[in-house]
């Protein structure tokens, strides 16, 4: 069977027919030996009534009537349906609650008495009826049938002996199996969804999210798949987008290279000159596109290689990158954990950003909060970022307008120094001053 819920629900109906059996064959044991002791209790009983009545009944020879009235009698004493038979098995006397249970089908427990009469016993109460209208007597070793009358008063007159615990067994299995279908069927249809989405999702279906019921593991797994799912989505969305504003801002250095060395055949020295360096300039910003396009991919992936752990003195690293830029450093020793190329690059990258739209007046900081992290701030005099597209410039490719034409670049900037603050565990956030101007505060925890 290739279907779960066949193969769970095969399982249900194995384990209840194993119930069932080993259930039938306990209680048929129980039955047996509360048969055995009933027969032997009963067995005991007839025993002491029939040397009690043999005692005070008349003689064999004693006339019919005289012993029909001392059977009668003792039925009375001792309130049981009693009757009296000859040696011979001819009927010499019954008593009136004998002659109604009879009638009514009830079974009779023979006891042979001494002088070779039989005595009949029947047991007092409701009669279980259905058996007809005929004197049932039992012949020697007949106590066995009438003890089941005794002990199993319960079982449905209808069934004979011995299908009746059947019965009830087979009953119940089909109510339970018939129970247990809809709950089977319920939580195989859930997992059935469940695949359905995933084979959708693995079509081109990223926005697909499947339904999430219940409370149980099954509920789990598939508010598991919509999580994975949606950061899946997300991070395809990026890389689409990073594509294609790569690919746009690769057309422009591309046409310009194409324009100048199409224009070089026919060119003077001079022009040549000027040619050859504008041929560089745009070879190196496709050399610098390139580098933070693969960069961003390589953080956008999750990584299998082991994060880098080295304490790194962020201080010295800060007055290292801001001598390139001629920027004043202040602050106190701090270190962080992490991969020291990657924090250059971010802070290279926000040294190179201050420089190129806010002027030559830059001011790096080092400072530990009281929280332990540790903020490394780069402070400009420029413009300044609006305060509603302060969350938007760490995005791919954004450019605050005009700045594009103004000082270049590509817009990948910020959004790799985000990535990698994310990457140590830290965040990036973008301040206005008092005075003017941007500051870009990167906060990471403290090594």
């Not at 100048?260 to 055949?265: D, G, I, N, T």
């Not at 970022?385 to 000082?407: C, D, K, Y």
Request: one cysteine or more.
């Amino acid at each position: 069977m290739r279907s779960l819920y066949l193969r769970i629900y095969a399982t249900v109906v194995v384990v209840l027919l194993l119930f069932a059996g080993v259930s039938g064959w306990l209680f048929q044991r129980q039955i047996e030996q509360e048969r055995g002791r009933a027969e032997t209790v009963l067995s005991e009983r007839m025993g002491a009534w029939a040397e009690l009545i043999q005692r005070s009944l008349p003689g064999v020879d004693a006339s019919r009537a005289e012993q029909a009235e001392a059977i009668d009698e003792w039925s009375q004493r001792l309130r049981l349906p009693l009757a009296l038979d000859d040696p011979k098995g001819s009927p010499v006397g019954a008593s009136e609650s004998f002659r109604r249970r009879q009638a009514d089908g009830v079974r009779a427990l023979p006891v042979r008495l001494d002088d070779g009469r039989t005595l009949w016993v029947m047991r007092p109460g409701r009669p279980r009826g259905g058996e007809g209208s005929r004197r049932a007597r039992l012949e020697g070793g007949g106590a066995s049938e009438a003890v089941d009358a005794l002990a199993l008063p319960w079982m449905p007159p209808f069934f004979p002996r011995g299908i009746g615990l059947v019965a009830v067994l087979f009953v119940l299995f089909v109510a339970v199996a018939a129970g247990a279908y809809p709950v089977v069927r319920r939580l195989t249809r859930r997992l059935e969804a469940l695949k359905g989405g995933v084979e959708q999702f693995g079509a081109g279906r990223l926005s697909h999210r499947v339904a999430v019921s219940g409370n149980d593991e099954v509920a789990a797994l598939a508010a598991s798949f919509n999580v994975a799912a949606t950061r899946i989505e997300a991070l395809v969305a990026a890389h689409r987008s990073l594509l294609a504003n790569a690919s746009h801002e690769l057309r422009s250095p591309l046409a310009r290279m194409k324009m100048a060395v199409s224009m070089l055949e026919g060119a003077n020295p001079a022009q040549r000159e000027q040619l050859r360096h504008e041929i560089d300039t745009n070879v190196a910003e496709l050399d610098a596109l390139v580098e933070e396009v693969l960069l961003a991919s390589r953080l956008d992936a999750p990584s299998t290689a082991p994060a880098a752990t080295e304490r790194i003195d962020l201080l010295a690293l800060a007055v290292e990158e801001a001598a390139r830029v001629q920027a004043a450093v202040e602050g106190s020793a701090a270190s962080v954990t992490g991969d020291e190329r990657l924090l250059r690059r971010a802070l290279r990258n926000l040294l190179e950003n201050a420089r190129r739209y806010g002027g030559g007046d830059i001011e790096v900081a080092v400072t530990t909060q009281p929280s332990g992290d540790v903020e490394l701030s780069v402070c400009d005099r420029g413009p300044g970022v609006p305060e509603a597209m302060r969350e938007r410039i760490f995005e791919p490719f954004f450019r605050l307008p005009g700045h594009a034409e103004q000082a270049g670049g590509v817009g990948l900037g910020l959004s790799l120094v985000k990535q990698i603050a994310e990457r140590h565990g830290g965040r990036v956030r973008c301040e206005a001053p008092a005075g003017g101007g941007s500051c870009f505060v990167i906060s990471l925890p403290g090594a």
